[in-house]
């Protein structure tokens, strides 16, 4: 049975830092795709970022790049989120997600996904 579980979410002052954890079990190699999503209050839920299996190759939203880091610890079977100069508009549910049809943007080509974890910034 797949496992992820994400933590370090918070609430945090604007310009901020906040690392994100997702523990990832029971995936049966560690050649998987992970990716970040976010589901802001009202809104659909959106690409963040994403890691290749070797932690190589890496994908950012643009709204992120240059304050976000992935990256990942395969003997760990965990992947990070490493999020500077946090903004107001970074608030929402961060998920997740691990799925082996290549570094993706989409949803669907992940096949699981974590819970989530709450990540409150304020102004």
Request: a positive charge.
């Amino acid at each position: 049975q797949v496992q992820l579980v994400e933590s370090g979410g918070g609430l945090v002052q604007a310009g901020g830092s906040l690392r994100l954890s997702c523990a990832a079990s029971g995936l049966t190699s560690s050649t998987y795709t992970m990716g970040w999503f976010r589901r802001a209050p009202g809104k659909e839920r959106e690409f963040v970022a994403a890691i290749n299996w070797s932690g190589a190759s890496t994908d950012y939203t643009d709204s992120v790049k240059g304050r976000f880091t992935i990256s990942r610890d395969n003997a760990k079977n965990t992947v990070y989120l490493q999020m500077n100069s946090l903004k107001p508009e970074d608030t929402a549910v961060y998920y997740c997600a691990a799925g082996n049809r290549g570094k993706s943007r989409f949803s669907p080509a992940y096949d699981y996904w974590g819970q989530g974890t709450q990540v409150t910034v304020s102004s």
